[in-house]
């Protein structure tokens, strides 16, 4: 195999992974519309189509031929021309379907004429998972051929259509890779392997093939992940994506690069550190447990060569069923973790992503020490076969390393490249008059209301607002479902924002996130109260505004539903900012109307103004606050990007050495022309707005005395 044909097959395998995490970030659309299971989820279970491949026939024919497997990865790439969700979800569940038969068709085992092309086709995989990383990196998390991605949100579908009908050809018209008949015995090149050891190790091989693709895309399809999960609050965050997702890259390309020595990967030392490094990444936050997690990503790709090799000798329809039924169970199990509040039986795996991680760490250790038995041993006699060039192996191992580690150096340029300036520093809009804007808005995980990426559209708004401070929730997409993203990256990196991230996703909330114009001096990240229904989330945090400490509180309450847990929740909140010695803003998601029992809590139990008491036309967000001085508020609409509308309110903080303990806000309203332009709310919002944002409820912002 040329240096060429290796480019093209590892495009292919790009497309693979392309196809792969699609799926998750489009499914994630209609449950989270229905509040529940939406039965569109059935399409993941498309990957069951790989059973197929138990027909020997079949097998034989998609295998023989990269000209038929190759086009197998195609129909994804065509789904983002349908605006219809349901359509274009239909397509992706299908394309995902063939993406798991294209895996299976590579996974067969050598025979002589054949040496080395299963080795070859586990270093493409590997080497399109490390291309995928790096084109994630430049689009801030974002694969860009995803559908739900497009010309307006920075999609690169064109791109990618145009790119694989060039490979397409080159693979066409490329020799054949795989002759049909091994001429010297007359005999079809692919069988189900005789051996009956194989045959009875198809099972735990199959775990161990499900349990090693569900690690992969829930932690390690995406660079910031790893980070993300060890995230805590200022100042001890860990370690921010930029530039240190980098090293998660570097960590999963070493672990491509010790693949082949089968003796170390498959060894208990080898898994006992990798199980090392699950567990801190589940239990513990910062930089150890980062570090740790790195080992985990490295033996992730070092195990791939030794479990895949296992896998290829065993029986194809049962192991690829078994595989990818177990694999469907691990995502299912994955959502429930936090999920448990809307889905059948979900109490069961309550806030455990331990027993997930357990679930998918000792299947590794029985198929890695199978491997260790059986493929070693199968290795060891064949290598005294008599060996047969194949001309179209890609057998410089150093060439396809090479590739990898240059691929690495790309993501540490764009790493590099992304990293902020001094001119970047994030600066206050309007410092000279001592004034915090702040805002809250619920985002449904940036996907708008028509199934596409919404970060770009988040940004327009915020850029638009201006606000020095603005709480997001329902935040957290760095899971399967949600397609292990960070709209964080994207939103802070062009506005200039200073990031936290809020809850670790294995915290098990829907997250809460706050972007600040102003230095985070403290932050720590709360899990209130919840005994009945879903974990609610909290960021307190401390901010440096114009020299003076002032703190904000944002969170996401539970739902109507569970009064007990609503009570709870708003009294521990009332508790942390009844304790403030700062002045305080609280932007947050409460679900209660105005002077109901919740709101009592909120309100009189943390000593806190409501922003405007006569704003009875509220239901979930609500801004309030304390030692500071009101000047205006503002609702605007939600544009289509989710169910939920933005609140907006203006502030002057007082000088660091004033006190306004006694201060209480006047209930007077005067007009926007009272007071400097600096403090007005933006115009472009009047009247019918833009982009569907505009002032609504009172059509205008509101001012105070």
Known sequence: MTTRNFLVDTYFSFLFWTAFTGLGVCVWYFPLWSMG???????????????????????????????????????????????????????????????????????????????????????VLLSGLILSLIVRMACFTNNPFWPIMNEYNGGWNRLGLFLAIVSYASIFLRKSSVPELDSKHKKPLIETPSSKAFNRAWFVAALGLGAWIFLVNSIFTETSTLGRWTWDGFPNTGPKPVPWSALVLTAMTIGCSIGNNFGFTTSLVWWCAASAGAYSITFISGWSSFLLGLILGAYATSIAPALLTLVSKCPKGRTLFTAFMFYNILVFAHVYVVAYEFVPGGFLLRERTWVVMTMTMLPLFSASRLARKLVLKSNSASSKAPQINNSEVFENKGTSRGIMWFMVVIGWIIMYWRTPTAAQTPKPFHPEERLLTSAIWTIHFDIDNDMWSAEHKILEAVRDLEPDVIGFLESDTERIIMGSRDWTQYVAEKLNYYVDYGPSPRKHTWGCAMLSKFPIKRSSHHLLPSPVGELACAIYATLDVHGRDVDVVISHNGQEENLLDRQLQTTELARIIKNSNNPIV????????????????????????????????????????????????????????????????????????????????????????????????????????????????????????
């Not at 806000?665 to 022309?673: F, L, T």
């Open 586 to 705: 609280f932007t947050g998601y409460v679900v209660t109307k105005p002077f109901g029992e919740i709101y009592d809590i909120l309100i009189n139990g943390g000593q806190i103004h409501d922003v405007d008491e006569s704003d009875d036309d509220r239901w979930c967000q609500y801004i309030a606050y304390r030692g500071l001085k009101r000047i205006g508020y503002a609702r605007i609409s939600r544009g289509t990007i989710t169910d939920t509308e933005i609140q907006a309110a203006k502030f002057v903080v007082p000088k660091p050495q004033e006190d306004i303990s006694a201060w209480k806000p006047s209930s007077v309203r005067v007009q926007e022309s009272d007071y400097s332009p600096a403090h007005h709310f933006p115009t472009i919002f009047r009247g019918k707005g833009v982009r569907e944002h505009f002032y609504h409820v009172f059509s205008e912002p509101r001012y105070y005395d």
């Open 37 to 123: 299971l939406s039965g569109y989820e059935a399409l993941l279970f498309t990957n069951l189509f790989s059973s197929i491949l138990g027909i020997s026939s079949i097998l034989s024919f998609l295998s023989s031929s990269k000209k038929i497997s190759s086009l197998l990865l195609l129909p994804g790439l065509f789904a983002y021309m349908f605006p219809d969700p349901v359509v274009r979800f239909s397509i992706v569940g299908v394309s995902f379907g063939l993406a798991c038969i294209w895996l299976g068709t590579k996974l067969i085992p050598d025979s002589p004429i054949t040496r080395g092309r299963l080795a070859a086709e586990i270093n």
